[in-house]
């Protein structure tokens, strides 16, 4: 009798340690009280849930994990709203916190890809579109949920989001991360995918690479001297997927690494600080 009195204050106190509370854990919504401009957001929400945010539907993972963007311009507060299988609906509030965003002055560019005639505009407007349909992929893979790590290693030559002055007139913010690396260093899948576009030749971008995370999220890769693999190519990983390179609207060999979510660009140096 004894024994099992024992025992039976070790399983409460085992109880109320919260480690078996998996039901409890599984009913859970969880999601930051607050996020930077710029971030990949990831949340927990019950089995059978869905989420709504920003006119889309999202699919929670087998463990219940969504994600979503938020733009360098959002102010906030996001509320994506939880609609449970009974179709009971809550909405959360998640506030978004600014930040600064420098000034870079690109000097040395061809003027032919500041100021491109109304020919050259109009090829770069196609191929921008090609790379646009691309990031709308939305499949149940999860590999945007795994860490994610380094697709080269060097100094950062450019941040996300900073405003670009190209030969002295003004451009659109910086969509991605610079990596300053010598011409033909190996460029890595900093998490694995599936090849959603790849061409050797964009006007502005040269050899472009865009690699599909799952559940709309998505890594580019531009100005890449070779290309490893083709679309459709399932990538693991750490594989090598092309080389460094200065073509396109570039002055010097590096790597630029972005990230969107659909058509929404978030920081990968954010995303590389969450998982490190």
Sequence with gaps: MRRLLAFACLLGLFVASGAPAQDDGDNRITFPAS?????????????????EYAGHTLRPTP??????????REQGPLHPVVVHADGTRVSENIAVTPRDWPLEHVNGVPPKTVNPPPA???????????????????????????????????????RFGSGRVYNGQPGSGHSGMDIAVPSGTPVKAPAAGVVTFADPDLYLTGGTILLDHGHGVSSNFLH?????????????????IGAVGATGRATGPHLHWGMSWFDVRVDPLLVLERTQ
């Design 120 to 158: 050259i505009a109009e090829r770069i407007r196609r191929e921008q579109a090609r790379v646009t349909a691309a990031r709308s992929r939305d499949d149940a893979r999860a590999d945007f949920a795994a860490p994610f790590t380094w697709p080269v290693k060097g100094r950062i030559s450019g």
């Design 63 to 72: 463990y219940g994990t969504v994600v979503f963007g938020v733009d360098r």
């Design 35 to 51: 996020v930077s401009q710029g971030a990949l957001v990831f949340g927990r929400v019950p089995a059978g849930s869905v989420v």
């Design 224 to 240: 890449l001297s070779r290309l490893d693999v083709k679309v459709g190519d399932r990538v693991a990983q750490g594989q090598v």
